[in-house]
């Protein structure tokens, strides 16, 4: 039977979104799994060959970059997509964006020292300074990914994207086996972001002008800057667990606190990610035809959770095993860790559709407002969990209740402000959440006798399992959501088969 008081999206609009959707997600997601397959290579190396305190010391640099890097973007990106393309905005934004990108790095290379302060270790300084190379190493081709997204044209965006990951794991992994500890993450990173750049510019022959249109930056930098404060209040509420776990339990902790979010964020947070690139461009198409608006956010939640929930779920399930397997013995600490962060990985994928929807309709200003809300909740309740509990686990778990309280408010406000079914929404999600039940109860049984077999055994039977239970009883409990969604990817797959094509606002 069909999910409580509605019936999956079958009307042509809908599919058409879906079908738009998944086919930019298809090449999105082959490129980004690729490229994060390679990366998770690398990642389970070097995990065998550094130690927590390195991938601890290098947290330090990945947290406060990762914090302040909103910043040196402008928010030009949805700025450009949401706007209608042309020379004037495109040239003028490069521009603004490789000077914004140099003024960050002059401000990261100054205020640096401050690293010591904040993690109470002096190794965070230099590693501080050294990951600020991105910035304007990231300018050089940030407008020829945001091209790529506006056009939807993903496919193109394999080949750089790829020889970014690349060369990120075999430079990691050489400066790992050559001893240089905590700065083979760092020079991996700077590396492979590098080697993309002339590889971004060769598929995609769009070259800057000498020009600079003061109108075009007011309008992009008025936009943007509202992206860039929802940007950095999420990448503080993203990344304040880090921060508060390499202040107050130390660089090891902080080393195994980051392995645990390795599998969550390449199987669900990299996921949603994906999506959300798609998204923005087709929700931005939208926002002419608002009676759309209401069903695209019905297909997209529905579906989106119904990815990212039974991977959730599956990965808490088997955390244990998968860990020791992929990463071994010595990395026994990270399993406590990987199921709150599931948990938040679940509720973040909820909300981040939300997010892309209301950029899409030019109200980046109601997630600045959501975003200090979260900031306001997280601040406390993460320095709480560390301070009284003293465990990297129990920050997890606090992270995990702040990111279901905040998705709450944000499906309130969707409500409230703009009209959207959040209640029919949640109603398609109840086979969802039955046929994970079922997958969760299938893995707990099956865990009893296999809890004496080697940690790859309980693997290799733990994942079919648990697609398979999923599978069956999504199928069995809601056969019109799984029918649609097939009709949805045979569509995608058809190039015969025309895409949903909004007409093209200014």
Known sequence: MGAPGSQPPNDAASVAVATTALRGAGWRFASELTGKGMVFVSTVVLARLLDPQD??????????IAMFGAVPALGLGPALIYHAEDERCTSTGFWLGLVGSLAALALVWVLAPGAEWIFGDPRAVGVTRGMALLFPIEALSNVHQTL???????????????????????????????????????????????????????????????????????ELLRFGGHVVAVNSLGAAVRNLDYLIVGRVLGA???????????????????????LGQVLLPVY???????????????????????LTAPLAIGLAALAEPIVLTVFSEKWRDVVPVVLPICLYALFVSISYNIGDLYKALGRPDVLTRLG???????????????????????????????????????????????????????????PVAAACGAMALALA??????????????????????????????RLLAPEFVAAAIDALRGALDRRRPAWRPVETS
Do not use: C, H
């Open 55 to 64: 991938f601890g010391v290098a947290a330090y640099a990945l947290t406060l």
């Open 148 to 218: 790529m997204r506006r056009r939807l044209a993903f496919r193109r965006s394999m080949a750089p994207e790829l020889t970014r990951s690349l060369v990120k794991g075999v430079l990691s992994i050489g400066l790992a086996f050559a001893g240089f500890g905590a700065w083979a993450l760092i020079g991996g990173s700077l590396g492979g972001a590098l080697a993309a750049v002339p590889v971004y510019w060769g598929v995609l022959r769009w070259r800057p002008a000498l020009l600079f249109d003061r109108a075009a930056a007011a």
């Open 252 to 274: 090891i902790a902080l080393g195994v606190y980051t392995l645990a979010f390795r599998l969550p964020d390449l199987l669900i947070r990299n996921l949603v990610a994906v």
């Open 284 to 306: 931005s198409r939208l926002r002419e035809e608002r009676a759309a608006v209401a069903p695209a956010f019905l297909t997209t939640t529905a579906y989106v959770v119904a």
């Open 372 to 430: 200090l809300l979260r900031l306001a909740i997280a601040a406390p309740a993460l320095y709480g969990a560390a301070t009284l509990v003293g465990s990297a686990a129990a920050v997890g778990w606090a992270q995990a209740v702040v990111a279901a309280t905040t998705t709450v408010i944000e499906l309130a406000v969707a409500r409230t402000l703009f009209q959207l079914p959040v209640a029919a929404a949640l109603g398609r999600l109840v």
């Open 445 to 474: 049984l099956a865990s009893a006798p296999l809890a004496a077999a080697p940690p790859a055994l309980a693997v290799a039977v733990g994942i079919p399992l648990g697609a398979l239970v999923y599978l069956a009883s999504l």
